[in-house]
C-alpha cells in the first residue's frame, strides 16, 4: 500500500518535469551549449588565457564603444519615455473604444518584423525619401543627411522599442483606483500637484519596469545601428560582428559580449534586488 | 432659520434614469445625520454631488448660506472617507495624513505635527511610519479618518466607512468614530445600510429609498414611528399586517388575522375610511399568554418555531397563514413549546399603521 502510494506521489511529481522536458532540451542545445562555448572561446581564442579580456578594458576604441551603447541605451529609453507615458496616459483615459484603436496601431507595429520596420525607416528617411523631400519643400535647400546619423538610428529603435514603455505604464496605469484621484481631489489636489505627488508616483512602478526592459534590450540591439547608424558611433553589439565577420577575430568578439552579458545582468540584478524580477512582466 | 448645510430640491439624472428626486435636507452644524438605505437608492450619489464629483441636474447645496455651485472638489473643504479608505498606497500614515495640509501650503514640519497629532487623536500614536499596507484594516480605517480630518473640514462625509471591517471592529470603531466626532465637533454625514448601525451613531437618520427620502428623523422615532411601510420593514424587525381602515376619526381598522383593531393616534399620513394599508407591531412589543388578557387586545396563534438567542427567544407563530413574530424574554421561553396554541397582545399604543 505504502508503495503505491510513492509511486503516485512520484508519478505526480515526475509529470510536469517531462513536460517542461522539450523547453529544457531547446535551452541546452541553442542557449546553454553557445553560451559556454562563447565563454571558453573568450579565454582560448587566439591563445590561452585572459588577453582578451584586457584588450576589452584597455583599448580606447571598445571602451568608447561601450560607453556609446550605455549613453544610446539611456537616450532611447528616455525618449521612449517621453513619447510613451503620454500614450499610455491617453490610452487609460479614453473610451474603451478608442483605447482599442490605439492599442490596435501599437501591436500592428510591434508584430510588423523589426528588420521590416528598419528598411521602412532607410526608405524613409533616405536622401531620396518623403522626408527630405519634405524639408526641401518648405524651403531648406541641401538638407544634411538624415540617414546613417544617430538620429535616425535612435528613431528607429525608440519606434522599436517604444511599445515596451506604453504597455508596461499601461498596465499600471489601467490598474489605478480612480478612487485615489478624487480621494486626493476632496484634499485640494488638483494638475501639477496631484500629478506629482499622486499620479506619478503610483506610476513610477510602470516606468520603471519599461525602463527596465528597454534599457536591457537596447544594450544588445544589432540589426538597427548597423543599418541605420553612424559608422563612427557604434554599438557593442555591431563591434562583435564585426570582430567575427570581418576579422575572424573569435575570441575578442566573445570576451566583449560576455561583458556585454554581465552588464546587463547587472542592470538586471539592480532591477530585481529593488522590485523583484517576477514583476518585469507584469 | 437656515441651517448648516442645505440640499433643496436636488434631482440628479443619468440618461433617463432618476437617481435621486425631490430630495430636501438640511443639516444643523455638528450634526451627526446617517444615510440608510438599501444599496442603490442613492446614498453615494447624493454624497458625490455634495463633495462636488457630480453636479445636481436640479437644485442647490448651500453651505452656511453659501451655494456650492460652480466650486471644485478642491474648493470645497470638505473631508471624505471613502469606503476602500483610499490611502496613498507609495505614502506612510503620517504622510498621508500630511497630504491636505500638503496643498494647503503648509511647511512640512508644522504638518508633519499636525498629522501626528491627528494619529494620536485616532488612537494610532506609533504608527506614523508604517506604510498602509503595513497596516491591518481597522488602523487603515483611522488613517483615513485622521486624513479626512487633519485640515479642519466645514464638513465630514464617510461613505460605507466600516462596510469591509469586521463585526468586533465594526463596533469599536462606531464608538471610536462617535467619540471623535463629538470632540471635534465636525458636521457629519454618515452612510450605511446597517440599520443597527444607523441607530447607535446617529443625530438623525434620513432613509433611503429608490433615490428619495423616505424618511428624516431622530433615530427612535424612526424606529418607533415609521411613516411608510418600506421605513418600518427596513428598520427594525416588524410584524406587517394588511388592513382595511374602518374609522379613521377613531384609530379604528379591521384585519382577518387581528380582528378589530384600535390602532395608536397617527401623526403626518391622513388616513381614509376603507383605505387599504398595512399596521406595524415590533416583535417585542407583543406579549405571548395562555389565555386572553383582559386589558390588551389579543389574538390567538399557533407557534411553529422558537429560536433561542439565550438573553431572549424568537417565536414565530402563525395566524391566519400570516407569520407573526413575537420577542419573549429568554426566562419566558422554557414553558413554551411547538405547537401549543397561546395568544398574542398589544396594547392601541403597539400599533401604527404605515402606507405603501
Ligand atoms: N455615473 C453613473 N451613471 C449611471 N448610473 C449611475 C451612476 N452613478 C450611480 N448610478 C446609479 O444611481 C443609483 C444610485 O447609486 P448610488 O448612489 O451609488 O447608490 P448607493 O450608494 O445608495 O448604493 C444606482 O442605481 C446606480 O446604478
Ligand atoms: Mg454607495
Known sequence: ?282 | MSSYLQLSGINKTYGNFTALENVDLEVEKGEFVTFLGPSGSGKTTTLMLIAGFATPTRGTIDIEGASLAGLDPQDRNIGIVFQNYALFPHKTAAENVYFPLQMRDVKRLEGMRRADEMLDLVGLAGFSHRYPKELSGGQQQRVALARALVFEPDLLLLDEPLGALDKNLREQMQIEIKRIQKKLGVTTIFVTHDQTEAMSMSDRICVFSNGKIEQLGKPLDIYHRPKTKFVADFIGESNLIPARITDAANCKAQSNVLGDVTYGTQSGTELRDGQEVSLVIRPEHLKLSSKRLADRMSAGIEIETIVNYGDNALVIGTSESQQIRVRVPGADVVILNEGDKCFISWTQDDVFVVTD
Open chain 1, 1 to 282: 500500500m505504502m508503495r503505491r502510494m510513492t509511486r503516485l506521489v512520484d508519478h505526480q511529481t515526475i509529470w510536469p518535469w517531462l513536460l517542461l522536458l522539450p523547453l529544457a532540451v531547446y535551452l541546452l542545445v541553442f542557449f546553454a551549449v553557445p553560451l559556454i562555448e562563447v565563454l571558453k572561446m573568450s579565454v582560448t581564442e587566439p591563445k590561452p588565457g585572459l588577453g582578451n579580456y584586457q584588450k576589452v578594458f584597455t583599448g580606447a576604441l571598445y571602451g568608447k564603444v561601450f560607453l556609446n551603447t550605455f549613453g544610446t541605451a539611456t537616450l532611447v529609453t528616455v525618449c521612449c519615455l517621453i513619447v510613451g507615458y503620454p500614450l499610455a496616459y491617453l490610452m487609460s483615459n479614453t473610451t474603451p473604444r478608442r483605447a482599442m484603436m490605439i492599442l490596435l496601431l501599437i501591436t500592428m507595429s510591434f508584430w510588423t518584423s523589426f528588420l521590416v520596420r528598419t528598411y521602412a525607416w532607410m526608405v524613409l528617411l533616405g536622401n531620396n525619401g518623403p522626408i527630405i523631400w519634405l524639408i526641401e519643400m518648405i524651403g531648406i535647400a541641401d538638407p544634411p543627411g538624415l540617414l546613417f546619423t544617430r538620429f535616425s538610428s535612435t528613431l528607429a529603435m525608440v519606434h522599436i522599442l517604444a511599445p515596451y514603455m506604453i504597455m508596461n505604464i499601461y498596465s499600471v496605469m489601467k490598474k489605478i483606483d480612480p478612487v485615489l484621484i478624487r480621494s486626493a481631489e476632496s484634499m485640494g489636489a488638483r494638475g501639477g500637484s496631484l500629478f506629482r505627488h499622486i499620479y506619478l508616483p503610483l506610476t513610477a512602478p510602470g516606468i520603471a519596469n519599461g525602463a527596465v526592459l528597454v534599457f536591457v534590450i537596447c544594450l544588445g540591439f544589432y540589426v538597427t545601428p548597423v543599418l541605420l547608424g553612424s559608422p563612427r558611433e557604434q554599438m557593442v553589439a555591431g563591434l562583435i560582428g564585426n570582430q567575427i565577420e570581418q576579422f575572424l577575430a573569435f575570441g575578442l568578439g566573445s570576451a566583449m559580449a560576455v561583458v556585454l552579458l554581465v552588464i546587463t545582468l547587472i542592470v538586471l540584478g539592480i532591477y530585481h534586488s529593488r522590485f523583484g524580477l517576477d514583476k518585469l512582466w507584469g
